[in-house]
Structures are given as C-alpha cells and as structure tokens.
C-alpha cells in the first residue's frame, strides 16, 4: 500500500504558475501509475494529467494542454505538476492518485486505489 500526501497549493493570480508535488511513502513509487485529477466547488472530480511508470509517456485533459506538465522522480518517490498560465477555472482542489494495475496511464479515476487527501488551489482574476 502506498500513502500519498500532496503541497504546493494556494493563491495565485490569472496567468501566474504553481507547483504541486505528491510525496509517497510506504511502497516505491516506480510501480505505479501516476494521476493528478482535480475538484473544483460544485463539481464533480476531473481527469488533469497521467504519467506512466518511467515517466515515459503522459497523457493530459484537453483544457490543461500546453499548460500544465508532469514529471515524476523515482529516486526521490516524488510526483510534480508544473502548472503555468494558470486561469480562474483552475480553481480546485487536486489530488494525485496511483495505481499498481493500470497498463501504462489512465484517465480514468475509477481505476486509481490509493489517493492523497488533496491541496487547494485558488486561481485569482
């Protein structure tokens, strides 16, 4: 089993960039599959980015694109999205996921067992 716990959230204005990280701990995070999915107020949780175990191959929702980036560090069982150009309906809460099973990325929130509890991000106008 794998624990997940994410940083890097808060305030940041229109156009501006924040990092998020998701720091695992109990199993190496080589073997899974990454996720940051994303809840903004009154909706329902979305799809954000993937990346597969090598790092190899990432897959991200059409409304991130050219935006945001994953990147992941085995050695240091660390995920990251790079979120830049940042816009007010970026506001959410995000959370990374992971998953042992998963061929090689998912979209799919159904298909991630283990989740960090989430961190903030606000996205000012």
């Known amino acids: 089993q794998v624990q997940l716990v994410e940083s890097g959230g808060g305030l940041v204005q229109a156009g501006g960039s924040l990092r998020l990280s998701c720091a695992a701990s109990g199993r190496t995070l080589s073997t899974y599959i990454l996720g940051w999915f994303r809840q903004a107020p009154g909706k329902e949780r979305e799809f954000v980015g993937t990346?597969?175990?090598?790092?190899?191959?990432?897959a991200y929702a059409d409304f991130v694109k050219g935006r945001f980036t994953i990147s992941r560090d085995n050695a240091k069982n660390t995920v990251t999205l790079q979120m830049n150009r940042v816009k007010p309906e970026d506001t959410a809460v995000y959370y990374c996921a992971a998953d042992y099973n998963i061929g090689v990325v998912s979209k799919t929130s159904t298909e991630y067992d283990y989740w960090g509890q989430g961190t903030s991000v606000t996205v000012s106008s």
């Open positions: 990346i597969s175990r090598s790092g190899g191959t990432t």
